[in-house]
């Protein structure tokens, strides 16, 4: 069955770096879109990021444009964020999740999640 | 970005039915059949129980409908059982190629 298991979350301080990681498994990781999409503590969902299933596309929401790089490796079933220039605001749970249409970027929805790795922006 | 607006809460009794809204604007909501809807109970991940508006995933009870109309698409539970009691979030693919979700609806069954 599919499975998405993130890490490297942690404490930084404003300002800084960190880069989340996602491991996927039991479906064809080069296959499929992936996304970042990310919760604030008490809040509700926002969007971050897509990545084509080959890496040639990335999108990004306006909140982390410029600041925020989304990667993947095919041959590591891996996806990543790297997170630049953190501020306070980008405090939140980090999920991946999956694209459900193979080589296809638009669907409107994400069909499995991982659990998230919590990033806290602190001092 | 701007989010899609849903109630900040509702509730029923068991056995009841409860809807809730997700509005948006012809930019998002009612730009594509793109609207999806989430469950997710605290602590835990989002689950997905609804696409393109009606479509259910397979094991998603069909205690679990949708519709859409203009910029409003809207999640209906039908028999509310208590283990429904949950957060739950509306999201939309958007005329600008990004994704949008809604604030969250926390759903209490009496």
Redesign the interface.
Known sequence: QVQLVESGGGVVQPRGSLRVSCVASGFTFSSFGM?W?RQAPG?????VA?IRYDGTKK?Y???VKGRFTISRDNSKNTLYLQMDSLRAEDSAIY?CAKS?RYYY????????????TLVTVSS | QSTLTQPPSVSGSPGQSVSISCTGTSGDVGYYNRVSWYQQPPGTAPKLILYDVTDRPSGVPDRFSGSKSGNTASLTISGLQAEDESDYYCGSYTSRGTWVFGGGTKLTVL
Not at chain 1, 43 to 47: A, F, M, P, T, Y
Not at chain 1, 110 to 116: K, T
């Open positions: 996304h999409v809040k509700g969902l926002e969007w897509l999108q929401a306006d909140s999920f459900p970027d638009s669907s409107g929805h994400f069909d499995h999640w991982g659990q998230g």
